[in-house]
């Protein structure tokens, strides 16, 4: 609190008492009190009204300096009320309780907007996991009718359902450590079942595929970890150039952390567009003009790597090259002989 501030909040009080010291100093002189006594009870009356300023404004400045101190170390603002001891006086005691009740409507409206939310995402969940059956039986059909014009509805199918797994995973991602289960999976196995799931696009595009020879197993979640790597080949298949391509996928293994990289020859991405590439709705030049892109892809890569304690990172030089990192750390990561 500035003393200018509280200084100017009270000045009608000051008026006040400035008024009271004029109207006694007259009655006094009515009195005919001698003057030097009059001069020193207005001395006593004016420094006693500065000891009442100067200890009301110390317990004022006192209380809104821990509430200013507070809100700026504080992430959720919203729970200050519970951190706030009682004031020393009358208007601090009613803001708190103002606070606490503002806190506690602001609560149960938030409780409501989560329970309607987890409404929603339980119903989207249980309308993804309905969606797959007639998925599935488009694709049988079209397996059992095997003409060029299937194969290319099929792509079509294809990618409606990565777009509901998408939206699946997006839905469970603000509580994915619900749905997860860590075990010692084999980087090699996941990877062999995404490129085995998407081996149709990649013999249509020509794209030829480099494995490294050794295994690593991380601790980690199969499924997670297989729809994250998902992502960022269709990507690489997205974005491959029309000839020579190539999708190359290596291991390092280091000291502190095991390194996944994942490493095309397609069209890249422009570096001022890099920092962006993991934001939510992010599209990028080529996504916009090119391609039909959601911008959700690298993002959830980004958000279950992140729940799943491992981190991703992305270099790439336009029209050059693009490397993925997968990085998990040391505590994750079991060699095998």
């Not at 892809?297 to 992305?314: M, P, Q, R, S, W």
Request: charged share 25%; aromatic share 12%; hydrophobic share 40%.
């Amino acid at each position: 609190m500035k003393v200018e501030n509280f200084l100017r909040d009270k000045v009608f009080s000051m008026i006040i008492v400035f008024l009271g010291i004029l109207i006694l100093s007259c009655i006094l002189l009515l009195v005919q009190l001698n003057i030097y006594y009059i001069l020193f009870i207005i001395i006593i009356v004016i420094f006693l009204y500065i000891l009442i300023l100067l200890y009301d404004y110390s317990k004022r400045n006192a209380f809104y300096k821990n509430v200013s101190k507070l809100l700026f170390e504080m992430d959720k603002k919203y729970l200050i009320q519970e951190l706030l001891k009682d004031s020393n006086f009358l208007e601090g005691n009613l803001l708190l309780e103002y606070m606490y009740d503002i806190n506690k409507t602001y609560i149960e409206h938030l409780n409501e907007y989560k329970f309607a939310n987890e409404e929603f995402k339980e119903y989207i969940e249980l309308w993804c996991h309905e969606i797959k059956t007639p998925i599935a039986t488009s694709k049988l059909i079209i397996d059992n009718n095997n003409s060029k014009v299937s194969q290319d509805i099929l792509e079509e199918v294809d990618k409606i359902e990565n777009y509901v797994l998408q939206v699946l995973y997006y839905a469970r991602s603000e509580n994915v450590e619900k749905d997860y289960i860590i075990t010692k999976v084999h980087l090699k196995e996941v990877i062999n079942n995404v490129i085995r799931n998407n081996k149709k696009d990649l013999i249509n595009k020509k794209i030829k595929i480099r494995i490294f020879e050794n295994d690593v197993i991380v601790n980690s979640d199969d499924k997670w970890l297989e729809y994250i790597i998902n992502q960022i080949i269709l990507n690489s298949i997205k974005y491959s150039k029309e000839e020579n391509a190539f999708i190359e996928i290596s291991v390092k293994e280091n000291t502190n952390n095991c390194i996944l990289e994942i490493l095309d020859n397609g069209i890249g991405i422009k570096d001022v567009e890099l920092k962006d590439v993991f934001n939510k709705g992010f599209t990028g030049t080529n996504g916009r003009k090119k391609y039909v892109s959601t911008g959700m892809g690298l993002y959830l890569v980004k958000k279950l790597c992140n729940k799943l304690g491992a981190d991703v990172e992305i270099v790439s030089k336009e029209n050059v090259e693009t490397k993925v990192f997968i990085v998990f750390p040391n505590s994750s990561m079991h060699n095998i002989n």
